[in-house]
């Protein structure tokens, strides 16, 4: 079998607006191949102008459904190139349409990690075992297989992978360039070398020496300021503009917005002082939470200003008015100086720019969530050249092997993320209920019972049994069942929403809450199978806790007024530090990747629902993830020791002005890392 010269093999991407479009960039890059990322809608002169070198393609997921519109569209593009074809996702379902299928809207989503089996003789499943881990986030899927098509993966009942009978085309449902694929580079690697015949060669690009290329080259003769938080992204982002200019042409700024962690700004200030760091400390909390900026409001034609900071309450115009109100200082601080002579400097990495829904990551993907960094003021900045980011295509885990290459110290490299905004994302904030939760409270509250006392329930007759009994698979019915050797669990619809991201769209949507009675001994792999459930058969439902203490029995009418003023922000600093002193006390934070712990404005176990409601509730966000793109909720006992989640959720619970205590059991997706 002839190889392609590696030097000249190319992969080409069709980006159909997926959320992992650029890690499916990277995965194919690790692997020695070069690449070339255009939209689902570039007509075939666009894709076929490296005709010569192309050697496959792949079509990624997108949260669109028009499945028929977009094969109509690739037969005169992508299917015309006369190369294999591998489609995610969205690209199966396009496969799918394009060769006669049915692909139509499921009974219920799939969200999360699930396990699947394979067609091994299949070349894109060469030397893997017949059942495989992968990550699932779709609400379409495959129902009736066309005639040039055969199955190739499926998973209790659902068709998860699909191949041309005559033709080098494949599709699989699921994410092979995820890390919650466990053996996802497997699939790649049999599509790029066996499929495409691209020769093997190892490849470790020297992406330091390239970063301070790209540093010297953008600033030329200028300075450079840069703006730290103390992150190991920012922090590794100084470590690079030193080496690269030298100490005399950064200036570092760190800025306390007001919404850091306790003492976090004296410690930032330390310890990059501590690694030759000369960092000028600006306070800005006043700023901040005052700050406004310009938002398009539903059904206004032009921009309207927002208000203060401290007045809001939807989480998008929160983190635009931060990433704002940072732009205006950083500009202010520029016009203080020559400003022709500096350009400013962020650590911005490729997720930000996914999750943003920046042009530079995808013309196509939806907005998860503005990062601080991305927002419109920043991206005018960027659009007129004023600010360079030079990690804008390292993930986490790459910037931590560089922070090592630059011989950081291990406890920068390692440090948790913290998000840019601060506490702001973690202060769930809201004045009232919303009337969809009113509205719907009992009709969802309901289901959420049914699925859990499913195993007492199903011998009696009634409507929303039968439509449950429709979505259940046999599969899914026997973990039902299966709860009556379980506690009793009791759900609840929180009246608070969070922000999700599913089937590569943002999802907006309300958190559920189960609990037991007091002294009960707890699965935590079932809550966490449970949450799974509960997320694909309640599709207003997008992340799931459990309840430290006593049941909770009832529904929760109304909630803690709560906004972005200082006593909500002192209320999250001391409960964030003593579940981190918790955590360094048993010497866990090398267990987990992040733990966000978030304030919720509810306060249970009044005397009577007419005392007014004046306390927080806490959440636990434990999660365990390798490029922050997805990742896992740590499950107690399995990647946390449950003696720590216990003495964590103690500490918390003794915090003035806690309610309760809850851990998160979300996966991402379909939960987003942080609540907003």
């Known amino acids: 079998m002839k190889m392609n010269n590696v030097s000249d093999a190319q992969i080409l991407i069709i980006d159909a607006g997926a959320q992992y479009g650029k890690v499916i960039n990277r995965k194919i890059e690790e692997l020695g191949i070069k690449t070339v990322f255009l939209p689902l809608n570039s007509t075939f002169e666009t894709l076929s102008q490296n005709s010569a070198s192309l050697k496959g393609v792949i079509i990624s997921g997108g949260p669109g459904v028009g499945t028929a519109e977009a094969a109509e569209s690739l037969k005169e593009t992508a299917f015309k190139l006369d190369v294999p074809i591998l489609g995610i996702c969205f690209g199966n379902q396009i496969i799918a349409s394009a060769f006669g299928s049915t692909v139509e809207s499921t009974k219920v989503r ?39 098509l055969k199955i190739i993966a499926t998973s209790d009942g659902h068709i998860q992978g699909v191949q041309h009978t005559t033709k080098p085309i494949f599709g699989v449902q699921f994410h092979p360039e995820v890390d919650l694929t466990v053996h996802g580079r497997e699939v790649l690697r049999n599509f790029c070398y066996n499929i495409c015949n691209i020769a093997i060669r190892d490849v470790m690009k020297n992406r330091q020496a390239l970063c301070l290329e790209d540093i010297r080259s953008s600033v030329q003769d200028r300075t450079v300021l840069a703006l730290l938080s103390g992150g190991v992204d920012s922090t590794v982002l100084a470590a690079l503009l030193t080496k690269a200019l030298g100490p005399s042409r950064v200036l570092a700024i760190h800025i306390d917005n007001g919404l850091m962690r306790k003492n976090e700004s004296t410690l930032v200030v330390k310890a990059l002082k501590n690694i030759g760091l000369d960092v000028k400390r600006v306070d800005c909390a006043y700023r901040f939470l005052n700050g406004k900026t310009w938002v398009h409001l539903e059904g206004c034609k032009n921009a309207q200003l927002s208000d203060c900071l401290n007045t809001i309450v ?48 995808s013309s196509m993907a939806d907005t998860i969530k503005t990062h601080h960094n991305d927002s419109p003021l920043a991206r005018e900045f960027r659009n007129a050249g004023k600010m360079i980011e030079p990690l804008r295509t390292f993930y986490k885990d790459e910037v931590r092997e560089l922070g090592r290459e630059l011989n950081l110290p291990a406890e920068l490299v390692n440090r948790h993320p913290f998000p840019g905004p601060g506490l702001a994302p973690r202060i769930i904030c809201q004045l009232d209920l919303y009337p969809w939760y009113l509205e719907n409270y009992n009709d969802f509250n309901n289901r959420l019972n049914l699925i859990c006392s499913y195993h007492r329930l199903r011998a009696t007759q009634s409507q929303m049994l039968n439509s449950l009994e429709a979505q259940l698979s046999d599969q899914k019915r026997e973990f039902l069942i299966s709860l009556k050797d379980h506690p009793r669990i009791y759900p609840v619809l929180l009246p608070v929403r969070t922000v999700g991201v599913q089937g590569d769209g943002r999802t907006y949507s309300y958190a559920a809450a189960f609990s037991c009675e007091a002294g009960a001994k707890i699965n935590w792999d079932v809550l966490s199978h449970l949450t799974k459930l509960v997320t694909m058969l309640c599709p207003n439902v997008n992340r799931c806790c459990f309840v430290f203490g006593d049941k909770i029995e009832g529904p929760v009418r109304d909630i803690t007024p709560t906004l972005l003023n200082p006593g909500a922000i002192s209320r999250l600093r001391e409960a964030d530090s003593a579940a981190m002193d918790m955590l360094r006390q048993h010497d866990a934070m090398k267990l987990l990747s992040q733990m966000p712990v978030i304030l919720l404005p509810l306060h249970f176990d009044r005397a009577s629902r007419h005392d007014p409601s004046t306390k927080h509730s806490i959440v636990l966000r434990p999660f365990v993830t390798q490029d922050f793109m997805t990742g896992a909720a740590a499950i107690p006992g399995k990647h946390l020791p449950e003696p720590v989640v216990n003495d964590i959720a103690a500490a918390v619970s003794g915090v003035l002005g806690i309610s309760r205590v809850m851990y998160d059991l979300t996966d991402k997706p379909p939960g987003t890392t942080e609540w907003e």
Not at 111 to 120: L, P, S, Y
Not at 318 to 326: E, M, P, Q
Not at 332 to 356: C, M, R, W
Request: hydrophobic share 35%; glycine share 10%.
């Open 110 to 148: 799939e969200d999360g990690q699930f396990r699947i089996k394979i067609d091994t003789s299949s070349p894109l499943f060469s030397g893997m075992k017949e059942e495989q881990e992968v990550l699932v986030t779709h609400g379409y899927g495959i129902t009736k297989i066309g005639p040039e």
């Open 314 to 361: 939807d989480p998008e115009q929160k983190r635009r008015i931060i990433g704002d109100v940072f732009m205006h200082i950083m500009s202010e601080l520029l016009n203080d100086l020559d400003k022709d002579k500096f350009i400013l400097a962020q650590g911005t990495l490729a997720p930000d720019l996914i999750e943003s829904g920046s042009k530079l990551s």
